[in-house]
C-alpha cells in the first residue's frame, strides 16, 4: 500500500481552522493509525517539499520554521500570505552556491 502523505497533510490542514496547527503525529496516525510510527519520516520529508513550495507552514515554537534547517518537534499549518510570498521568492532565488575565492 502506497500512501500519498502529500495528500494527507493536504487534506488535514486545509480543514483546519484559521491559524490552527497539527502535530506531525496526528498526521502519521491520519494516514495509517496501526503503524503510525514508521511514518514520522515520510511526514517530515514530505512537509519539509510542501512548505519549500509555499503549501504549508513548519512551525517550531508556534513560529514560522525554515524547512531545509529545522529540528526536533514541529507543527503543520496553512501558510499566510506573506508566509507564502516568502516561501516562493526563496524558492526562486534556488539553492545558495557557494564559489571558491581565487588566489590570483
Known amino acids: 500500500m502506497s500512501i500519498d502523505m502529500e495528500a494527507v497533510i493536504l487534506e488535514i490542514v486545509g480543514k483546519l481552522p484559521p491559524g490552527k496547527s497539527v502535530s506531525s ?5 491520519a494516514a495509517e493509525p496501526e503503524r ?17 513550495q509555499g503549501r504549508i507552514t513548519v512551525l517550531r515554537h508556534n513560529k514560522p520554521a525554515d524547512p531545509d534547517t529545522f ?5 503543520l ?7 507564502r510570498t516568502a516561501a ?11 564559489v571558491p575565492e581565487s588566489d590570483d
Not at 499549518?77 to 508566509?83: Q, V
Open 88 to 98: 516562493l521568492a526563496k524558492a526562486a532565488e534556488g539553492p545558495a552556491v557557494e
Open 25 to 29: 503525529e496526528e498526521v502519521a496516525r
Open 71 to 75: 529540528k526536533g518537534v514541529y507543527r
Open 36 to 52: 503510525w510510527q514508521r511514518l514520522t519520516g515520510h511526514v517530515r520529508a514530505t512537509a519539509r517539499g510542501l512548505a519549500r
Open 77 to 83: 499549518r496553512l501558510p499566510t500570505d506573506d508566509e
